[in-house]
């Protein structure tokens, strides 16, 4: 057990300029950040506590749209009326996630902070730039089924692990946080996460000290909303590959996970499935996402999964068009 310091804030400013000290990290449901440091993974010396603040509301925006304080729960969220209504694959996504127990307890922010599920990152017997970086991936040799495809790199090959964070991506949703000198930030999620390129360990662009404070939906889309994700067993189980999207007529809206270190959405490849034919449309877009992808041996079949995946998801937009 390694020693450290705790402290409870009182407000969002406080706990920016008290997490600025190197070796602090935030807790809020601890979902995520407790395990890794029963593992010996994290090795914060100070914790502070930000459960407490006053950022568990949802509002509407002036413009239409909703803002999800960072320490919502998952549950809250995924039941909130108007995210049924607006937001439909915000719910299925943050639904498909997890046991009811954790999204009970893990937070917005919480969430879109959870580490890498690469076992390499969780076995510290082994090389991972990630945990321990210059060391080695021990992935690249390794078992890699459940790995990344595309936006990898030659230090680290592991995906991104949240559901919500792709249904947000397919929404446009920003993050705002909150600077230890008080100056506020507000990111798109591709400004937010970090590919892995030579520093894997640096997954966002957060400064130390930065909290998220929300994150902030647009004005609803109109559309049927779907998440589909593909996993080895029917509950509590990482994506092999997710798919949210969101359909209206020929037009689509998608975003990827289980296949990249962060939610994966190229919107070039949407404009490629609105010129392409119908019969047509889901390996154009797929072609478009994935140049570039360099899956391994093992998790080379997550490309054709993909496409089987966003044909069933467009056959389904079908059928509900026409209920």
Request: proline share 7%; hydrophobic share 40%; aromatic share 6%.
């Amino acid at each position: 057990m390694r020693a450290f310091s705790y402290t409870r804030a009182d407000t969002p400013q406080a706990a920016a300029q008290a997490a600025g000290a190197p070796g602090t990290k935030f807790i809020a449901g601890g979902t995520n950040l407790l395990d890794l440091m029963k593992l010996d993974i994290e090795q914060p010396s100070r914790l502070v506590d930000v459960s407490r603040l006053n950022l568990r509301d949802v509002t509407d925006t002036p413009d239409g749209g909703l803002h999800v304080g960072a320490l919502v729960t998952n549950t809250d969220l995924a039941n909130h009326p108007r995210v049924k209504a607006d937001y439909a694959v915000l719910t299925r996504a943050i639904v498909a996630g997890a046991s009811g127990q954790i999204r009970n307890k893990a937070t917005t922010g919480g969430n879109l902070l959870q580490r890498a599920r690469c076992p390499y990152f969780y076995d510290t017997n082994l090389p991972c730039n990630k945990r321990d970086p210059g060391t080695g991936c021990a992935a690249l040799r390794g078992l890699s089924r459940t790995l990344a495809v595309i936006g990898t790199s030659d230090a680290c090959i592991a995906q991104h692990p949240s559901d919500m964070a792709v249904a947000l991506r397919v929404l446009d949703a920003t993050v705002t946080t909150l600077k230890p000198g008080g100056t506020a930030r507000t990111l798109t999620l591709d400004e937010f996460y970090r590919l892995p390129e030579d520093t894997p360990h640096l997954e966002t662009t957060l400064e130390p000290g930065e909290l998220i404070t929300g994150v902030t939906l647009p004005p609803p889309v109109g559309g049927t909303h779907i998440y589909r994700k593909v996993r080895d067993r029917a509950s509590y189980a990482f994506a092999l590959v997710s798919v949210a999207a969101i359909v209206d007529g020929d037009r689509v809206r998608v975003a990827f996970g289980g296949v990249a270190p962060r939610p994966w959405r190229v919107p070039d490849a949407e404009d490629a499935y609105a010129q392409a034919k119908a019969d047509g449309r889901a390996d154009a877009l797929i072609d478009r996402a994935f140049e570039g992808a360099r899956p391994t041996e093992e998790n080379a079949f997550k490309v054709p999964l993909l496409r089987r995946t966003l044909k069933a998801v467009l056959a389904q937009a079908g059928q509900e068009d026409r209920a």
